[in-house]
């Protein structure tokens, strides 16, 4: 799993994936609100 993280850490993606999964469980909060 770490060596996961590095991949993503290394290409830059990991702050897309990163935003991703935050925005994720913020759209659903606000849609159900």
């Known amino acids: 799993m770490f060596q996961v993280f590095c991949k993503y850490a ?6 897309i994936v990163y935003n991703l999964f935050l925005s994720i469980p913020y759209e659903y909060s606000r849609t159900s609100n």
């Not at 290394?10 to 702050?15: I, S």
């Open 10 to 15: 290394e290409t830059g993606e990991l702050l």
